[in-house]
């Protein structure tokens, strides 16, 4: 079936460095969503890409989607103890011919070391 | 701001039990979800619902069943619980007929514990 695969799984950062999680997905996607899930929380929308090779930026958060929408990155600049948690891709799933719900990503758990 | 309501924080039954777990949300968003988050799984759509009295199997529905009465609440039902259900479980609500395309607001979880 459909899948929607996250690396690395854990990933621990000086404060101050980069960080970048990556997704892929074995299908196309029509559109690629992110979300951050701070510890003890619930995971939050971030933001949506729906174009090919599309980039948004956030502050010191940049999202990308590739060029063939199968593949897309978040990259934070200069890690602050407020990036931890953990990352989640999602895209769509196809419920007879429907897009009826989202497939996530396992996540990307972001850990700073002070 | 979407608010997502789940009845407990924490919810500690016994195995065989009967459990209710319910979510209510104040957008009128179309589309309502039942997730369980497991270390190193990730999230697992268990059922969800785009229609008052619809719902759809998810990834994971065996042992569980929803009910969706009115538009604002959608309930997740243990028709007998076992220890392999214990879990975090998240409900999410979104907007719109295409529910692929629209963010999905969470919940702050039920963390239930079977015993």
Known sequence: GQQVMQIPQYQHVQEGEDFTTYCNSSTTLSNIQWYKQRPGGHPVFLIQLVKSGEVKKQKRLTFQFGEAKKNSSLHITATQTTDVGTYFCAGPSFLMNRDDKIIFGKGTRLHILP | ?115
């Open chain 2, 1 to 115: 701001d979407v608010k997502v309501t789940q009845s407990s924080r924490y919810l500690v039954k016994r195995t065989g039990e009967k459990v209710f777990l319910e979510c209510v949300q104040d957008m009128d968003h179309e589309n309502m979800f039942w997730y369980r988050q497991d270390p190193g799984l990730g999230l697992r759509l268990i059922y969800f619902s785009y229609d008052v009295k619809m719902k759809e199997k998810g990834d994971i529905p065996e042992g569980y069943s929803v009910s969706r009465e009115k538009k604002e609440r959608f309930s997740l039902i243990l028709e007998s619980a076992s220890t392999n259900q214990t879990s975090m479980y998240l409900c999410a609500s979104s907007f719109g007929r295409q529910s692929s395309n629209q963010p999905q607001h969470f919940g702050d979880g039920t963390r239930l514990s079977i015993l």
